[in-house]
């Protein structure tokens, strides 16, 4: 049974430095063609894609956020961990991880969401 | 990058009456990499259609998807009082970004 769970901070700073980790089971990172995605959704509004990582350690990323994340894995704890820089109230969204198949290009299993506020 | 444009913005719909969601891409998107997921308040979105037609595992067979090129449709036969809540498109490139539409609101009349 596939699942993903994000965890992180519920409150940051404007300026400050997010960390969110996923963590998941039921696959690994490091079967050829599996991947973990971010997505966000600030309160009442769309879905919006962040960063992609795969098996493969390839990195794909947002082109208006590219400059503010990073995307990394740890396959033996089967983690992945987004870092978004200099963070602003417009940030304030609940994060979702999700796994995408390479071939498929869809989001398949989701995790539960994490909501992060960024406020003073 | 590809914009992806839902309509309406929002229906109104009665039990038992059929839905027909709009998703129109700016660009040609090929058909394998369209999704359509849907999401109720306070859960994450659970996919629904992918390949622009083909039902997720556990999907009933009255949600149903068609389309090529740059216009594609979700459809619901006969809504249940379950099925009410928000829609997205997705689109995958030939490379990421990945991209969603705006969101089509489907609520009770």
């Known amino acids: 049974r596939v699942t993903l769970r994000e965890s992180g901070p519920a409150l940051v700073k404007p300026t400050q430095t997010l960390t969110l980790t996923c963590t998941f089971s039921?696959?690994?990172?490091?079967?050829?063609?599996?991947?973990v995605s971010w997505i966000r959704q600030p309160p009442g509004k769309a879905l919006e894609w962040l960063a992609l990582?795969?098996?493969?350690?390839?990195?794909y990323y947002s082109t208006s956020l590219k400059t503010r994340l990073t995307i990394s894995k740890d396959t033996s704890k089967n983690q992945v961990v987004l870092t978004m820089t200099n963070v602003d109230p417009v940030d304030t969204a609940t994060y979702y991880c999700?796994?995408?198949?390479?071939?498929?290009?869809?989001?398949?299993?989701w995790g539960q969401g994490t909501l992060v506020t960024v406020s003073s | 990058e590809i914009v992806l444009t839902q309509s309406p913005g929002t229906l109104s719909l009665s039990p038992g009456e059929r839905a027909t969601l709009s998703c129109r891409a700016s660009?040609?998107?090929?058909?394998?990499?369209l999704a359509w997921y849907q999401q109720k308040p306070g859960q994450a979105p659970r996919l629904l259609i992918y390949?622009?037609?083909s039902r997720a595992t556990g999907i009933p067979d009255r949600f149903s998807g068609s389309g090529s090129g740059t216009d594609f449709t979700l459809t619901i036969s006969r809504l249940e009082p379950e099925d009410f809540a928000v829609y997205y498109c997705?689109?995958?490139?030939?490379?990421?970004?990945?991209?969603f539409g705006q969101g089509t609101k489907l609520e009770i009349k």
């Open positions: 999700a796994r995408v198949l390479h071939s498929s290009g869809h989001f398949d299993y």
């Open positions: 039921g696959f690994s990172l490091s079967t050829s063609g599996m991947c």
């Open positions: 990582i795969d098996w493969d350690d390839d990195k």
């Open positions: 660009q040609s998107v090929s058909g394998t990499y």
């Open positions: 390949g622009a037609s």
């Open positions: 997705q689109q995958y490139g030939s490379s990421p970004p990945y991209t």
